[in-house]
């Protein structure tokens, strides 16, 4: 049996994201702008994939991960502690805790706070972002999108109002 | 005129009523659910799985916007905080013989 799919153009809707993040998040994907100061220094401390530093707690702006994908392409995750952020800088497709952050995530010293999809406007947590919270016991979190700036919480359900 | 709230159970509602409410409720420790405040409207998802629980990597835990790894069923849609009306804007459908739904892609909050 297949399955019936269909789909609505998207551009009979108007994204109605802020059209100056738009803007600027478009300029900064396509090198027009560079990151502004702050975030510059804050991609400085997580260079390269799968490095990550701790801030103080509440520093990190959940826009601040979709101006650092929309520079570099990849995905950025922001972890939380009681006295501290983490920013993890992930790749292209993915973000991977394992080590230390595995560690504290499981023990809940962290919780996941919110992580960057790289090219849709409306970001869309995957399976896999969803089972994440699974195994963390985590209710919810939140994805931001690099392109329209647009963040949305994603919930594992554990009951709907029918 | 419709509040955040109103808008997002509306939404949700109309997306578990796309895929199907029996399919949803056999589902249910897969379901999951996105939403989010546009402005001018709730942007609203209901996704379902129906594959095995994946099995990270010993020690890892992974976030993934792959395409593979998008919810296997899923409904997205929009609701006009002004017009009440519901947009669907992507709907991936279970087997017809999981679901019984109406084929409209566009509706009213109030139906």
Redesign the interface.
């Given at each position: 049996?297949?399955?019936?799919?269909?789909?609505?153009d998207?551009d009979?809707?108007v994204?109605?994201?802020s059209k100056s993040q738009r803007i600027s998040l478009a300029n900064i994907r396509n090198g027009k702008h560079g990151l502004n100061a702050r975030r510059k220094n804050l991609l400085n401390k997580v260079k390269n994939t799968d490095a990550w530093e701790s801030f103080a707690r509440e520093s990190i702006e959940l826009i601040d991960l979709a101006y650092l994908t929309a520079s570099t392409g990849h995905?950025f995750?922001l972890l939380r502690g009681k006295r501290e952020d983490i920013l993890f800088h992930?790749d292209s497709?993915?973000?991977?805790?394992?080590?230390v952050l595995?560690q504290r995530?499981i023990k809940k010293e962290l919780s996941?706070v919110c992580?960057s999809?790289?090219?849709?406007e409306?970001p869309?947590?995957?399976?896999?972002?969803?089972?994440?919270l699974?195994?963390?016991n985590q209710k919810s979190s939140m994805?931001i999108s690099a392109m329209t700036g647009?963040?949305?919480?994603?919930?594992?359900?554990d009951?709907?109002?029918? | 005129m419709l509040t955040y709230a109103e808008a997002k159970k509306i939404g949700i509602r109309a997306c578990v009523e796309k895929l199907g409410r029996k399919f949803v409720e056999k589902h249910k420790g897969s379901s999951c659910t996105s939403y989010g405040d546009c402005g001018t409207y709730a942007s609203c998802f209901v996704g379902v799985s129906d594959r095995p629980r994946r099995k990270f990597p010993a020690g890892v835990i992974q976030l993934s916007s792959e395409k593979k790894d998008k919810l296997p069923y899923r409904v997205e849609c929009v609701v006009n905080y002004k017009t009440e009306r519901i947009h669907f804007l992507e709907c991936v459908l279970p087997p017809a013989d999981s679901v019984c739904d109406s084929e409209s892609l566009t509706g009213s909050a109030k139906v």
């Open positions: 049996m297949g399955r019936n799919k269909i789909i609505v998207t009979s809707i994204i109605e994201s995905e995750a992930g497709i993915k973000c991977e805790f394992k080590g595995f995530l996941l992580h999809h790289a090219g849709e409306i869309q947590a995957s399976e896999g972002d969803f089972d994440a699974r195994i963390l994805v647009m963040c949305r919480e994603y919930s594992i359900e009951g709907f109002e029918w | -």
